[in-house]
């Protein structure tokens, strides 16, 4: 069982209720499969490189224009996708570990997104729609918020976007665990709320394990 973590939450552990919450799902998931190999990148130690018009050609002009072949320069500009892919390939699990920012992803974490979430990478465009050029199996979703939110909130503006971009690529298998509240000047029970969270993600390390043996 291969798995990818990509962290974009750049506080300190003691302070980051995701990565607490990462932390313990990451440790039941050790101890019920030791054998679980897993990749992690933070993204706040190796940001993500600036998209630009090079990369976007690269990926989607060929898509967009008949005959089009990329130049040397949009090539090179394509370079930290490509090298992000080629580790998403071999990944059974990919779990997302980020707060909730403004309603919406970290934009580190959009970064990295718009970089993989490429044609000719993950998936390939043709007449009838998406093609996935990839194996995983489950996306798995570690949030932390200020705000509490309920379930189909409209507020929410990171969850769906992360589902519907990933569904499109024929990944449709996501687990959401969310310590929400997390503002103690708002919510007196923020740490109880965190504490559900992290039995949550406990939880569905065990689920995954089980499924995946």
Request: aromatic share 6%; no cysteine.
């Given at each position: 069982m291969n798995i990818l973590h990509i962290c974009a939450d750049p506080q300190p552990m003691e302070e980051a209720a995701s990565k607490q919450i990462a932390a313990s799902f990451f440790a039941q998931l050790v101890t019920m499969n030791e054998n679980a190999k897993i990749t992690n990148v933070d993204l706040t130690q190796e940001h993500p490189a600036d998209y630009t018009t090079e990369e976007f050609r690269n990926f989607w002009y060929p898509v967009l224009i008949d005959g089009y072949?990329?130049?040397?320069?949009?090539?090179?500009?394509?370079?930290?996708?490509?090298?992000?892919?080629?580790?998403?390939?071999?990944?059974d699990i990919l779990v997302l570990t980020m707060p909730m920012w403004n309603y919406s992803m970290p934009a580190m974490m959009k970064a990295w997104l718009d970089h993989v979430l490429s044609p000719g990478l993950l998936y390939q465009v043709t007449d009838s729609g998406n093609v996935p050029l990839h194996k995983i199996k489950k996306l798995v979703l570690l949030i932390s918020s200020h705000q509490?939110?309920?379930?189909?909130?409209?507020?929410?503006?990171?969850?769906?976007?992360?589902?519907?971009?990933?569904?499109?690529i024929?990944?449709?298998?996501?687990?959401?665990?969310?310590?929400?509240?997390?503002?103690?000047?708002h919510h007196v029970d923020f740490e109880n709320r965190k504490s559900v969270a992290l039995e949550a993600?406990?939880?569905?390390a065990e689920e995954i394990c089980e499924d995946f043996s």
């Open positions: 072949v990329p130049t040397k320069e949009e090539e090179e500009a394509a370079t930290y996708a490509k090298q992000q892919a080629e580790i998403l390939r071999d990944t509490v939110f309920s379930e189909q909130d409209p507020r929410d503006g990171l969850t769906p976007a992360l589902e519907t971009s990933f569904e499109d024929g990944l449709s298998d996501v687990s959401v665990i969310w310590a929400d509240g997390q503002n103690p000047k993600a406990e939880e569905l």
